[in-house]
């Protein structure tokens, strides 16, 4: 298989202990083995380090990195591909842009109403939704991505870019913007030519020929030597990853939500609500990778609380909790997106197990004096071993 632009690709990273299912005795999340073209991850069956990168046979697509809800990938130069995107963006604000894959860089015309176009240097499929959100917030108008070569490219990002447009285009409607991110698909428009962005020329001094030249070396000498140098020390346990952190500062530019709930399938966020059952053993708030999930503290009153802007949608908590007790909902009020609030989702009176001793939440009925271990016990063939904390 001849495999794209393979001159523009960055050494893809993976960082194992980040990744969600180092929380759960079972994968819960695997969304990069999906989306992976080239077979190159695979499940070792390792809990602590649960997915494997095959870096021979890695194409360096990026899809993966974008893919992740806990940036468990680290791609050399996707840092600067974004960066010089969004310079483009804001020196062509105003414009009807259209972003194309290196596929499509020579290509004279096309079926958009766009103007001039971006070339994005990488899959569009790679594309981060904070990248996408921002151009489109910066232009103040309609964001196209040319999806046509994607049908037959070995890449297969077809489905990923059309859930990238959905994504972005959701979160504009619940906050009533008129832009939309189009796909160049679904235009009816005639083909017409279009002019490809350049960075504008500049008039050079000698000196300043001299300082670009060396400029330009020293960056293409560092590119050179970021592919063999170990990627950035991972992030700290709870701490946001990079792309939650640029999603929620995008979001106050978007203005006030128009809406109190928004569907949130394929999005990076969610509702943790939990039932009654919940025996406080706080296994929950022990597996959530972002802290989501908190206990107040008290000595008396057993409070669990849900940051809603820190829920990454993962799942594990649900997967982890040994009573069944929590529910994820597909839906969100946006406006708790804007702020590090927190609220109660279950509380109870503090009390011990009646067998062993242990902290629980005190409930009614005869389990509500019993830890989950216990409850577990009293079910006939339950595994009391209980999930992975």
Same mark, same amino acid.
């Given at each position: ?226 592919e063999h140098l170990p ?55 022990? +597996?959530? #990778?972002?802290?989501? /999930? $908190?206990? %107040?503290?008290?000595?008396? @009153?057993?409070?669990?609380?849900? *940051? ?17 007790a929590i529910e994820i909902?597909?839906? +969100?009020? #946006?406006?708790?997106? /804007? $702020?590090? %609030?927190?609220?109660?989702? @279950?509380?109870?009176?503090?009390? *011990? ?37």
């Amino acid at each position: 298989m001849v495999w794209p632009f393979e001159e523009n690709k960055g050494r893809v990273h993976l960082y194992p202990t980040l990744c969600v299912n180092t929380r759960s005795r079972e994968p819960v999340c695997m969304e990069c083995l999906y989306t992976c073209p080239a077979d190159a991850l695979r499940l070792t069956g390792d809990p602590q380090v649960p997915v494997s990168l095959n870096v021979e046979a890695c194409q360096r697509c990026g899809i993966c990195v974008s893919v992740c809800p806990l940036s468990a990938f680290f791609q050399v130069g996707e840092e600067e591909r974004r960066a010089r995107i969004t310079q483009a963006v804001k020196e062509l604000r105003g414009s009807t842009v259209e972003l194309v894959c290196p596929q499509r860089f020579d290509e004279p015309l096309t079926r958009s109403p766009a103007n001039v176009r971006i070339q994005t240097g990488t899959c569009l499929a790679a594309l981060p939704i904070s990248g996408v959100l921002a151009w489109t917030l910066i232009l103040g108008q309609d964001l196209w991505l040319d999806d046509t070569p994607c049908m037959s490219c070995p890449y297969k990002g077809k489905d990923r870019v059309i859930a990238l447009a959905n994504q972005v285009n959701r979160l504009l409607e619940a906050w009533g913007r008129e832009e939309r991110v189009r796909l160049v698909s679904h235009s009816s428009s005639s083909p017409h030519p279009i002019e490809t962005y350049t960075k504008p020329q500049k008039v050079y001094t000698r000196r300043e020929v001299f300082q670009e030249f060396k400029r330009t070396v020293t960056r293409s000498l560092g590119r050179r030597v970021a592919e063999h140098l170990p990627p950035p020390p991972p992030r700290e346990p709870g701490e946001l990853p990079m792309e939650r952190q640029r999603l929620l500062a995008i979001l106050p530019y978007l203005g006030s939500p128009v809406v109190d709930e928004m569907y949130t399938r394929g999005l990076p966020f969610a509702t943790v609500t939990v039932s009654d059952t919940c025996t406080g053993c706080d296994i929950c708030t022990r +597996v959530c #990778p972002t802290q989501a /999930l $908190t206990v %107040e503290e008290s000595e008396e @009153i057993y409070r669990l609380l849900f *940051t809603p802007s820190r829920c990454l949608n993962c799942n594990v908590c649900a997967h982890a909790c040994p009573v069944q007790a929590i529910e994820i909902r597909p839906f +969100v009020n #946006p406006h708790t997106l /804007l $702020t590090q %609030e927190s609220v109660i989702v @279950i509380e109870g009176e503090r009390g *011990t197990c009646d067998v062993c001793g242990a902290p629980i939440r005190l409930r009614d009925g005869p389990e509500g004096h019993l830890c989950h271990v216990h409850v577990f016990e009293q079910s006939p063939g339950a595994d009391v071993s209980g999930p992975k904390a």
